[in-house]
């Protein structure tokens, strides 16, 4: 089923730098629990995120990544997603993260 231009322009894909990883053993599949800073307008918001296949935590601090940040907040156990990070689903369904090249302002649209 096809979107139309209005439906996809609602969904508000923004850039963020990871500032803090934690484990989430309470996750049913292995987890992290993000924070992350989109910048002045949208300030911190926390995710969780399966990508503990192809990242370890300390490649994570200060890497910037994309993530859907209009999405209502999500209880993940005793965790509240705030956003939803945003990667490309290997055939293992190991996630590998969407992320622009180069360092740009926190908080940057995605479109």
């Given at each position: 089923?096809?979107?139309?231009?209005?439906?996809?322009?609602?969904?508000d894909?923004?850039?963020?730098?990871?500032?803090?990883?934690?484990?989430?053993?309470?996750?049913?599949?292995?987890?992290?629990?993000?924070?992350?800073?989109?910048?002045?307008?949208?300030?911190?918001?926390?995710?969780?995120?399966?990508i503990?296949?192809?990242?370890?935590?300390?490649?994570?601090?200060?890497?910037?990544?994309?993530?859907?940040?209009?999405?209502?907040?999500?209880?993940?156990?005793?965790?509240?997603?705030?956003?939803?990070?945003?990667?490309?689903?290997?055939?293992?369904?190991?996630?590998?993260?969407?992320?622009?090249?180069?360092?740009?302002?926190?908080?940057?649209?995605?479109?």
């Amino acid at each position: 089923m096809d979107l139309t231009w209005n439906e996809f322009e609602r969904t508000d894909m923004r850039v963020g730098t990871i500032i803090e990883v934690n484990d989430f053993p309470e996750a049913r599949k292995p987890a992290y629990q993000l924070t992350i800073d989109f910048g002045s307008k949208i300030g911190i918001r926390k995710s969780s995120a399966q990508i503990t296949k192809r990242y370890q935590k300390e490649d994570l601090v200060n890497r910037q990544i994309v993530a859907v940040v209009n999405f209502p907040k999500k209880q993940i156990g005793k965790f509240m997603s705030e956003c939803l990070v945003l990667g490309a689903v290997g055939e293992e369904g190991d996630v590998i993260l969407l992320a622009p090249d180069f360092k740009i302002p926190n908080g940057l649209r995605i479109g």
